[in-house]
C-alpha cells in the first residue's frame, strides 16, 4: 500500500516557518513568546488551533545546514546520530561534538547536548501552551480529542529521548514564567518513564489508526506511533511482557506492511509506504532535506560527512546467509556487494561503485580522485558512503532542493522489537513467530535473504540484533540501541578501522608501532567509553550554570 505526498501535508509542515520563533529564557522551559499572537484572540477556532497543533510538531526542527541536531526528529538528529556510535564517523575528526559523545571525551559543554536538551524543551514548552488552551476552542469534540493526543504524543516523545540519554530531568507540564523555568528541579528518571507511559498509552486512545488517516493529513501522528513508542519504552525498561503486548497491539491491527521495495522507503518514490507509520516530512525548497548537502560524495558535490565503518560493513552476510568472512571466495575486493546481502548495496557507497552516474573513486592510492580515501580532502575517512535515504535520479540543489522525508518509526522495527520482547521475556520461540517477525523483515521482495530458524533464545539474541544493525542502519536506533542493551564498552572501545585495501601501496593510516593489519584495512580511530559515566549524558553546561538545581 503506497499513499500519495499530497500539498496539504506540505503546507501543514511549511506553516509555521513564520509563526513561532524562540524568545525564552536560557532553558527553554518558558512559556513560547506571547508576542507573536494575542493569546486572548487566537484560541477562538479550530483553523488557529491547527496552527497551534502545527506548531507542535515543529518545534525547534531547523530545516537549514546544521551540525548539531535541532531536534531528535531532524535529518541531523537521524543520521548524524549514528557517527557517535560503531556504525560511523564524522568526517571532521575526532575532536567533532558528535565523536565526542562517545570517545572517552564527552563534556557538558558539548554542543550536541545543548542542540538536543534546548531542541526537546521548546516542543515541550509549545505542546504545554497548546494544552493549556486547547480545551477553551470551541470546536467538535471528537476532532479536539484527536489535537490533544497528538500534543501528548509529540511531548511524551520528547520526555522518552531525553529520560533514555539525560536520565533524570525537570519534568515541566505547565506554563512556565522566566523564573520558575529557571528554578526547576530534575526528576528521577523512573517518574519521567512512568508520565511517558501513561501519556502514550493514553494518547493512543485518542488517535486514528494508521489506516484511518487521509492522504491529505500524511505525517499526522497515528494510535500506532504512540504504541510504537511505548514499545520502544517498555524494551528500555526490560518490561518485556509488556513491550510484546504493545507490540502485538499494532500487529493485529493489520494497517501496516514490510514493504517489498526497500530502496524507496527512503526516497520520495514509496516514502508514504504502510510500512512508514511516522516520519519527518520535508518538502523541497520550502522545508528541505539539507542530507544530500551534507553526505554525498565528493564527486557528487557533497560534503561526505557520514562514513560508515567496516564494523557495520561486515555485519551484511552472504546472500545464503552465511556470515562474511574476508576468507571466503565469494567476497569480491572490487565489489564488495557481490553475493551479499542486497540492503549492503542499498545502504553503504563503496570503492568502484556507482552512485548517481558517476563511478565512486575512494581507493588510497588515487591520489586524483577528490573522493580519495585520505586524513585531509572532504572525502571518506573510512572507505565506504552512505546511499541510503538518496533518490540518486535527483538533479535540484543538494542544499535546498530535496524533499525527502525520514523514517521516525517503521514497522520492521515494531516487528523486530515484537520478537526481541518474546526473546527476553523468556517465552517460547517458534518457526511461526520467526516467520511474523525476522523472516518478513529478511524476506521482502528486493532482500530476500534466507529465513532464519533459530529458536535457541542465546543463540537468536545475537542473530536478532544484528537483523536490527543493518535494518535499521543510519535510521537513529543503534545509539539507544547499544546503550539500553548495555554494551557500549565493549562496542565503543579500541581500535576502529575503514574498508580493507589490499593491493594499497600505502600505509593505510596506520598509527606508529602498529603491525600491519591482516585484512589491509584503513585505521580510522580509537575510541575509550567510558563504562559506568557515558551512558548518560550531563545536562548542558550552560543549563546548570544558569539553575543549580540541575546539578
Known amino acids: 500500500m503506497k499513499r500519495n505526498k499530497l500539498s496539504h501535508k506540505r503546507l501543514a509542515t511549511v506553516l509555521l516557518a513564520g509563526l513561532f520563533i524562540q524568545i525564552s529564557c536560557s532553558d527553554d522551559l518558558e512559556k513560547s513568546p506571547t ?129 533514555q540519554h539525560f536520565g533524570s530531568v525537570p519534568l515541566v507540564t505547565d506554563v512556565l514564567t522566566a523564573e520558575e523555568a529557571n528554578t526547576v528541579s530534575k526528576t528521577p528518571k523512573a517518574e519521567i518513564e512512568n508520565f511517558v507511559t501513561q501519556e502514550l498509552s493514553e494518547a493512543a486512545t485518542g488517535l486514528p489508526r494508521f489506516k484511518d488517516i487521509p492522504a491529505a493529513e500524511i505525517g499526522r501522528a497515528s494510535r500506532q506511533a504512540a504504541l510504537a513508542f511505548l514499545g520502544r519504552l517498555q524494551l528500555a525498561q526490560n518490561k518485556f511482557r509488556e513491550a510484546a503486548a504493545t507490540y502485538r497491539q499494532i500487529i493485529d491491527f493489520g494497517d501496516n506492511i514490510i514493504d517489498p521495495d526497500y ?65 571466503d571466495p565469494r567476497f569480491n575486493y572490487t565489489n564488495r556487494a557481490e553475493n551479499r546481502d542486497p540492503r549492503f548495496a542499498y545502504t553503504l557507497l563503496w570503492d568502484g561503485c556507482t552512485f548517481a552516474g558517476k563511478t565512486y573513486d575512494c581507493h588510497p592510492d588515487h591520489t586524483a580522485s577528490i573522493d580519495q580515501l585520505t586524513v585531509s580532502k572532504q572525502a571518506t575517512r573510512t572507505g565506504y558512503g552512505l546511499r541510503k535515504y538518496f533518490d540518486e535520479t535527483f538533479t535540484g540543489s543538494l542544499a535546498t532542493g530535496y524533499g525527502g522525508n525520514m523514517p521516525v518509526i517503521r514497522y520492521a522495527e515494531v516487528l523486530l522489537g515484537f520478537l526481541e520482547a518474546v526473546l527476553e521475556a523468556g517465552d517460547p520461540v517458534t518457526l511461526s513467530l520467526l516467520d511474523e517477525t525476522i523472516n518478513k523483515v529478511r524476506g521482502r521482495q528486493s532482500v530476500k535473504m534466507p529465513p532464519v530458524t533459530e529458536t535457541d533464545s542465546d543463540k537468536l539474541r545475537p542473530v536478532l540484533r544484528k537483523e536490527r544493525r543493518i535494518e535499521l542502519a543510519m535510521e537513529g536506533i543503534r545509539l539507544w540501541d547499544i546503550l539500553r542493551w548495555n554494551i557500549a564498552g565493549e562496542v565503543l572501545t579500541g581500535d576502529f578501522w575503514g574498508a580493507p585495501f589490499p593491493d594499497s601501496q600505502g600505509t593505510l593510516n596506520l598509527p606508529a608501532g602498529y603491525p600491519a593489519d591482516p585484512h589491509a584495512r584503513w585505521w580510522v580511530t580509537k575510541k575509550n567509553f567510558r563504562t559506568g559515566q557515558d551512558e548518560v549524558w550531563p545536562i548542558p553546561e550552560s543549563e546548570t550554570n544558569i539553575n543549580p538545581n540541575l546539578r
Not at 487566537?42 to 515543529?58: P, Q
Not at 514548552?125 to 471528537?142: G, Q, S
Not at 525548497?285 to 561486515?314: C, D, M, R, S, T
Request: proline share 5%; glycine share 6%.
Open 35 to 163: 508576542n507573536q499572537y494575542d493569546s486572548a484572540t487566537f484560541w477562538t477556532n479550530e483553523t488557529n488551533a491547527f496552527i497551534g497543533l502545527t506548531a507542535v510538531y515543529r518545534g525547534n526542527l531547523s530545516y537549514a545546514f546544521q551540525v548539531e541536531p535541532t531536534d531528535w526528529w531532524s535529518y541531523a538528529g537521524f543520521a548524524f546520530l549514528e557517527l557517535a556510535t560503531d556504525n560511523g564517523y564524522d568526517r571532521r575528526g575526532d575532536n567533532s561534538n558528535l565523536n565526542r559523545l562517545t570517545n572517552g571525551t564527552l563534556l557538558p559543554n558539548n554542543a550536541v547536548l545543548l542542540s538536543l536538551w534546548k531542541g526537546s524543551y521548546k516542543k515541550i514548552t509549545i505542546a504545554n501552551d497548546f494544552l493549556a488552551h486547547i480545551d477553551a476552542v470551541p470546536m467538535d469534540e471528537t476532532q479536539k480529542l484527536r489535537f490533544r493526543s497528538e500534543a501528548r504524543f509529540i511531548r511524551a516523545c520528547q520526555y522518552f529521548y531525553l529520560s
Open 263 to 327: 530502496v524507496g522507503l527512503f526516497t520520495p518514490a514509496n516514502e508514504n509506504s504502510a510500512e512508514n507509520i511516522f516520519s519527518t516530512q520535508f518538502i523541497e525548497l520550502k522545508a528541505p532535506n539539507y542530507l544530500p548537502q551534507h553526505a554525498y560524495p565528493a564527486i557528487a558535490g557533497g560534503y561526505h560527512f557520514i562514513n560508515p565503518y567496516e564494523a557495520l560493513a561486515v555485519n551484511y552476510d552472504f546472500i545464503d546467509g552465511t556470515p562474511f568472512s574476508y576468507d
